[in-house]
Antibody, heavy 115, light 112 residues
Framework: QVQLQQSGAELARPGASVKLSCKAS????????MQWVKQRPGQGLEWIGA????????RYTQKFKGKATLTADKSSSTAYMQLSSLASEDSAVYYCARDTKFAYWGQGTLVTVSA | DAVMTQTPLSLPVSLGDQASISCRSS???????????LNWYLQKPGQSPQLLIYRVSNRFSGVLDRFSGSGSGTDFTLKISRVEAEDLGVYFCLQVTHVPYTFGGGTKLEIK
């Protein structure tokens, strides 16, 4: 069955970077877009961008250009999102989700930015 | 960007009732290929969102037929018949016709 296993919670200092991972299993990793979504506590969902692991093509929403960098490792079926220059407003749960249906979701990674 | 407006913000219902949630887009979600890419999700407390409906009216695998979606263009509706306790949580719509993809603000379904 399709599974997306995300990396554990992160605590980071303001100005630092973190790299989150999303390991896929149960399907052909290179054949589906991988989406990334942000959810701040008690708030709604925000699309960050997506990567197509088959050829590395990426799309980002304007707000996250320069903030998020999406990559994928075909050999390990793992998608990554690096968040840079962290600030308090980057504290959130980050999800990966498969394809344009967002049919399958990871369990989420909590990122806390605090001095 | 396509702005997605969901109403109501909160929807108190009695178990067994029907619930209806609206999602309105600031621009048409019909693609040049004739398809409309509007999906619905439920996020239960402490869980990741789960797909209920894709492309307006198609139930995802395993989703009960108590959930139905309808609409076209800019106006869409999710109906839940005979609400059960397991249906409680926050419902989101999402458009994936236009990049950037955009979510509705969410509707919290709760017990009256």
């Amino acid at each position: 069955q399709v599974q997306l296993q995300q990396s554990g919670a992160e605590l980071a200092r303001p100005g630092a970077s973190v790299k989150l991972s999303c390991k896929a299993s149960g399907y052909t990793f290179t054949s589906y877009w991988m989406q990334w979504v942000k959810q701040r506590p008690g708030q709604g969902l925000e699309w960050i961008g997506a990567i197509y692991p088959g050829d590395g093509d990426t799309r980002y929403t304007q707000k996250f250009k320069g903030k998020a960098t999406l990559t994928a490792d075909k050999s390990s079926s793992t998608a990554y999102m690096q968040l840079s220059s962290l600030a308090s407003e980057d504290s959130a749960v980050y999800y990966c989700a498969r394809d344009t249906k967002f049919a399958y979701w990871g369990q989420g990674t909590l990122v806390t930015v605090s001095a | 960007d396509a702005v997605m407006t969901q109403t109501p913000l909160s929807l108190p219902v009695s178990l067994g009732d029907q619930a209806s949630i609206s999602c309105r887009s600031s621009q048409s979600l019909e693609n040049s290929n004739g398809n409309t890419y509007l999906n619905w999700y439920l996020q239960k407390p402490g869980q990741s969102p789960q797909l209920l409906i894709y492309r307006v009216s198609n139930r995802f695998s395993g989703v009960l037929d108590r959930f139905s979606g309808s609409g076209s263009g800019t106006d869409f509706t999710l109906k839940i018949s005979r609400v059960e306790a397991e249906d409680l949580g926050v419902y989101f719509c999402l458009q994936v016709t236009h990049v950037p993809y955009t979510f509705g603000g969410g509707t919290k379904l709760e017990i009256k």
